[in-house]
């Protein structure tokens, strides 16, 4: 059963180009959620979504963000036109369809480390 | 939303006990407090959750005092490869929920020889 995938690990972008961030979620899980971290910084969750529908995207910048999650494949995080202050690591983390009470946590991806140059 | 504050830092050697308590004192009647770890270059894994008392796993424990405004995590007999950041996070037990957790600066342990 693997976990959460994101890929790729690190991506290296010049100012102006775009950036595509994919995460794949766990097996059974429907929810997804992205989270960015600057160094030195805790994570500031940034959109949640569900198959086809993002549920709140009150964390991402105005412009330039992007999300989604399509029925096949996996949720994608597009960046465009990058600046040098998107430089970070973005992090996925998915959770199963029904809350479980106790012992519940999120699922992380091991992150994209994105470095605009 | 619940806020917590936990020490920067924390220094410990190998085979030593360590406690890390982080404070909440608006914690809300539905909050639980969840504790996750961080290696450098990861992402956050879950390590344990409560409501109150006390509860165990093969990881840790946590304590959680009857008015629940604070928690102690409980790491026994720490390895170098606990050197990690340790964040605690209240909030509502819910799918869809956790996305209104705020994730402080966790409490960097280091671990030494």
């Known amino acids: 059963n693997a976990g959460v995938m994101q890929n790729p690990r690190h991506l290296v972008r010049r100012r102006g180009q775009e950036a595509r961030l994919r995460c794949s979620p766990m097996k059974g899980h429907s929810h997804v959620y992205w989270y960015r971290q600057l160094p030195e910084e ?15 995207e009150s964390g991402m910048p105005k412009e330039r963000f992007s999300a989604e999650f399509p029925k096949e494949g996996p949720s994608i995080l597009r960046i465009q ?10 992090f996925c983390a998915s959770s199963p369809v029904r809350p479980v009470v106790a012992n519940y946590g999120y699922t992380f991806g091991s992150g994209t480390r994105l470095t605009v140059v | ?18 406690n890390i308590t982080c ?15 961080q290696f450098p270059s990861q992402g956050p894994r879950f390590i344990i959750q409560g ?35 340790y964040y605690c996070l209240v909030g509502d037990n819910n799918a869809g929920n956790n996305r209104k957790l705020i994730w402080g600066l966790g409490t960097s342990l280091a671990v030494n020889p």
């Open chain 2, 51 to 85: 409501y109150k008392t006390k509860v165990t796993n093969e990881v840790a424990s946590l304590f959680i005092p009857a008015d629940r405004k604070s928690s102690t995590l409980s790491l026994p007999r720490v390895s170098l490869s606990d050197t990690a950041v």
């Open chain 2, 23 to 37: 404070s909440h004192n608006n914690i809300a009647t539905n909050d639980y407090i969840t504790w996750y770890q």
């Open chain 1, 81 to 90: 036109q990058v600046v040098r202050g998107d430089s970070a690591a973005y």
């Open chain 2, 1 to 18: 939303l619940a806020k917590t504050t936990q020490p920067i830092s924390m220094d410990s050697y190998e085979g030593q006990e360590v």
């Open chain 1, 42 to 56: 805790g994570l500031k969750f940034m959109v949640y979504l569900q198959k086809e529908n993002i549920i709140d």
